[in-house]
């Protein structure tokens, strides 16, 4: 039985999709952060429009400029792999496929976008990219991301990621990254939180908020930034052009489509195009987001306008969110930490497109163990997650005694979270889940001031 | 420029290539290890026939067997790159070419003859196979290797790496493999090794000695090893021989060929073929091995008859060593502390058809980072040795004012040993090189009952 079906390098797709084109509905534009007193210039003015303009409009494709392509080239396409020794030792008719976006130089599918925005930030004259991560895959990308293209490269990492995984920290500075834990001293967004906590463990939200305001304040210095946005998603569609081209090779179509949640950008390269590809063929496949118990904006947030940063300075956008001051407790898959699902991904989910499902963290590592002895691929945590949302549907295959085609994103490899696993071996893997009132106290003031909040109570 | 040349999957080799079939002299052939009370049985006799014979025979082409060139088509062929912008930041004329092995499920190219290895022994009813594994690299793709096949594993780790790199073991576990540190006291050699020193960083003869010794009182259990012998080296050709393919589509045949030298099986894999494509097209190639100033066994070791583990129980081999009971310090290139060359390396090493030459720790450290940083991708330590002499070949080549085509073997990648490049950037890599004297006292009692001994005086 065949394993892999690798794509030729001249398949390297041409072209982004832009699902915008086939929603039966619009996504409600962003609106602007309320003027407010000392605080530092807004995102969106910052993006470069040759880069922004393609994703808000309708365009169903957006050509992959030739110079970010022949990056790609350096290891796209990217196999995909039917995951037969899991299947066999699940004893399921299901046929399990995933696609591996673990062999790319930063080890995830984040420097699909990195490059494709530093291609862009630096022919707009940038010389310097700032950035927050949670699970360094993100910072890893863009550091790598900036120095073909000249540019410098300053990265604020949640801490509890830093101190989890110390080679991140390395990986970063080795690719010439100045890397600084957050939340720091050096803004003063970093400074209240460690005012209000000195022992924070840092969030997503914080390290963008000091990485918007340190980048504010520096000359020809732009924030950027690794998911939720559109543009970011519109790069990952990448992922799912592919493995389109490989399922067909394959000679099946998914019956489920699954990726890892985190702000979106995975889950939305994997799935968009075949949204697309099920509309056309109206095949009634499922996609299914899947995020960790403690961080769950997906199955217990609530569809409000907030901002995808921790001090509101960024547009508010419309999505499912824990409201942005939110803080999760310090999972491994730090990668999933962030407190809003992307706006066209929690619009699908509004709409009723896009499925959501939420996973404890044991859970999530005992089903990257198995799934790493009998595949040989140590899945990132974050990966994890769509590993093991894979394995329930190929369960419930069994017990139905029915076929299913799965499909889901390996967006990285776990080689740089071992700590986790050796944790996971050791019997040591810990599940936290936030309470109601928690999730309360950070929605409020949202729902105090969206107009439509009515139609979404609190839980 | 092109950058990137992969191959298609159904071009990945059907045979590996045996270089006993075109060297212009004999290999002079192993020598029984003398009785000695007590010993377990000895290495040879274990080999399956059906692996071990083709590898002393003179078949030029060994066929790849269906089910082992299935696992290879799982990440095989590996991309051969040109390293466009390490070039242009060297100002060289050179062209560097690189064929990176880090794609493989473990990340190096142990796998390739892991998984034959895994094959030939499972056919032949083995049930538990037992090593020793310096760096990890071994153990990793051997602990990889069993699984598929439902074999047990059971590794011996250099103690020195075991806690250099934590990952490692954690890996090796997470694919099911019990990782016991060497010196254990699971052994007579292990035991004798910590009366000894206690404190002792142990070494890959040691790990090797106390697999052998462990394997002997087991039942259907095996001692494999990951270097030096003829199959392992003649398993790894399947590199050179992709890389001759991708050479080829590159327009270019290499004017030197370079690969670090552990025991020599990753210098025989990417060397051996273009041995026999430059001896065909008569070229001037030249073959570089590049070993640690820490262990120089070509550059300062000496060609006798000595064992392949520390306690010699194996039969002796005519190879350059620094004697089977040298041990050399704790360098983070763990996987060239073995102390001797390959067979057939030092064959041709003593006929001239190959060069060495060693590295100090520091530049090898300063060659590996200039390179992740322009490449992007990080290298093992082991490997950085090749990168460091590519980089010199490079400068000559500017000097020179002449081009040159440079083709390295990047044998793994460097992303469980970042605590070495960390102590890199803070400025702590340390060097450390054994005295004559040194040398000279693992070496004597070899010289003393060596009947050529007179034609290699000690240094």
Redesign the interface.
């Known amino acids: 039985m065949r394993?892999?079906f690798?794509l030729?390098?001249d398949r390297v797709p041409t072209h982004w999709y832009n699902v915008l084109a086939d929603l039966p509905f619009e996504v409600p534009p962003p609106r602007p952060a309320p003027p407010r007193e000392g605080r530092p210039r807004t995102l969106n003015p910052q993006l470069p429009l040759s880069m922004y303009r393609p994703s808000i409009g309708r365009s169903r494709f957006v050509e992959i400029p030739e110079p970010v392509r022949?990056e790609y080239?350096?290891?796209r396409p990217t196999?995909l792999?039917r995951a037969t020794?899991l299947e066999r030792e699940l004893d399921t008719p299901a046929h399990l496929y995933f696609k591996y976006e673990g062999?790319s130089?930063?080890?995830s599918h984040k420097i699909n976008t990195a490059l494709a925005q530093a291609y862009y930030y630096a022919r707009s004259g940038v010389k310097e990219m700032v950035t927050g991560t949670g699970a360094g895959q993100w910072g890893t990308a863009l550091s790598?991301a900036c120095?073909?293209y000249g540019m410098e490269c300053t990265v604020f990492m949640v801490r509890s990621s830093h101190r989890q995984k110390?080679?991140r920290g390395?990986?970063m500075?080795?690719?010439?990254a100045r890397v600084i834990e957050s939340p720091s001293t050096e803004t003063e967004v970093g400074r209240a939180a460690l005012a209000a906590d000195p022992d924070s463990p840092g969030s997503l939200g914080i390290a963008n908020a000091e990485a918007i305001e340190y980048a504010a304040r520096r000359d020809r210095a732009r924030f950027s930034i690794g998911s939720g946005e559109n543009h970011v998603l519109l790069h990952q569609t990448v992922i799912g052009e592919e493995a389109l081209l490989q399922m067909e090779t394959a000679g099946e179509f998914p019956d489920v489509v699954i990726g890892a949640m985190g702000a979106g950008s995975n889950f939305a390269g994997i799935s968009f195009p075949f949204y697309r590809a099920a509309r056309e063929r109206s095949a009634s496949t499922r996609f299914l987001a899947v995020e960790p118990d403690a961080c769950p904006k997906m199955t217990r947030g609530r569809y409000l306008m907030d901002h995808t940063d921790y001090s509101g300075v960024t547009p508010m956008v419309r999505m499912y969110t824990l409201g942005h001051t939110f803080t999760a407790y310090h999972i491994h898959a730090g990668g999933l930490r962030y407190h809003g699902a992307a706006p066209i991904v929690s619009a699908m989910y509004d709409n009723g497109l896009v499925e959501a499902a939420s996973y404890s963290q044991s859970r999530v590592f005992e089903c990257g163990?198995a799934f790493?002895?009998?595949e040989?691929?140590?899945p990132a945590p974050e990966s994890a997650h769509a590993v093991a949302a894979a394995i329930d549907e190929a369960v419930k295959a069994r017990e139905d005694g029915a076929e299913r085609v799965v499909l889901f994103s390996l967006s990285g490899h776990g080689?740089?979270d071992?700590?986790a696993?050796?944790s996971h071996?050791a019997g040591n893997t810990v599940d936290v889940v936030p309470t109601d009132e928690q999730i309360q106290a950070s929605l409020r003031p949202l729902v105090e001031s969206d107009e439509t909040a009515g139609a979404h109570p609190l839980p």
Request: hydrophobic share 35%; proline share 10%.
């Open positions: 394993q892999v690798h030729e390098t022949e080239r350096r290891w196999p792999y020794r062999t130089p930063s080890g790598m120095h073909p110390p080679y390395t990986l500075r080795l690719h010439g163990a790493a002895r009998a040989g691929v140590v080689l740089l071992l700590t696993y050796e071996l």
